[in-house]
């Protein structure tokens, strides 16, 4: 890297630090696979997720005590952890007209004070000793209308644009409820975890420039390139 280069890095990552946001992670949930039955049938599923106490540790591509039924579709680098805001469990209590607890939607920390669906891809949040890359929003498939007891729930769920975002573990370390979420890195190119997902929603991709969201998870780029042909 040429030292003009070296220092635009330097003062790109410098205006981010200065620019830091805080949130809260209000709960650390986890889950293993369990087997429930729906609709006479016998489904494996990880979306049931139980708040824990304690120092919790993220370490490669999972937390600590969580675990994923279907790793062909759940899990991996990019879908390492889950973030839910407790101001959008909040929105759908109202609209559901019942408590929402941390959990409720599969996600491993429910934050608050931090705009998760406006979470711009590849920024990247410092909580306790680890490091974490916003990667992609969640799409939720019919595991969640199981959770919900409503099969009609995952439509309802992408048309609300409140998706939560799903992280990469870029630095493992040891969080805890109750911990500081700074996001200490932001990339220029605005592209947004709620943009991504109402692309999805609405089937058209057209509105963003998906060659510069850097930090999406590719899955989304050939989305997108599937959808223009």
Not at 2 to 8: E, Q, R, W
Not at 105 to 132: C, H, K, M, P, Q
Request: charged share 20%.
């Amino acid at each position: 890297m040429s030292v003009i280069s070296s220092l635009k890095v330097f003062m790109t990552n410098a205006h981010n630090e200065r620019s830091v946001a805080t949130g809260r992670v209000e709960s650390i949930n986890v889950g293993t696979p369990r087997t429930v039955e729906w609709h006479g049938q016998a489904i494996h599923t990880s979306i049931y997720k139980e708040p824990v106490g304690g120092p919790v540790r993220l370490d490669g591509v999972n937390v600590h005590g969580d675990d994923q039924a279907d790793r062909r579709v759940h899990g991996g680098v990019d879908m390492a952890v889950y973030a839910y805001a407790a101001e959008d469990a909040d929105w759908w209590s109202g609209q559901l007209g019942r408590s929402v607890p941390p959990g409720t939607f599969g996600e491993n920390l429910t934050t608050s004070g931090i705009d998760v669906t406006n979470a711009v891809v590849g920024e990247r949040w410092r909580i306790g000793s680890a490091l974490l890359e916003v990667s992609q929003p969640r799409v939720p498939c019919y595991k969640l209308g199981i959770r919900m007891s409503d099969d009609d729930f995952p439509r309802r769920f992408g048309l609300a644009v409140r998706p939560g975002a799903y992280l990469r573990i870029i630095e493992n370390g040891t969080i805890t409820a109750g911990d500081e979420i700074k996001v200490v890195f932001r990339p220029d190119h605005a592209v947004t975890v709620g943009a991504v997902a109402r692309a999805h929603v609405t089937h058209d991709p057209s509105g963003i420039d998906w060659s510069s969201a850097e930090g999406l998870a590719d899955s989304w780029v050939h989305w997108a390139a599937s959808m223009a042909r």
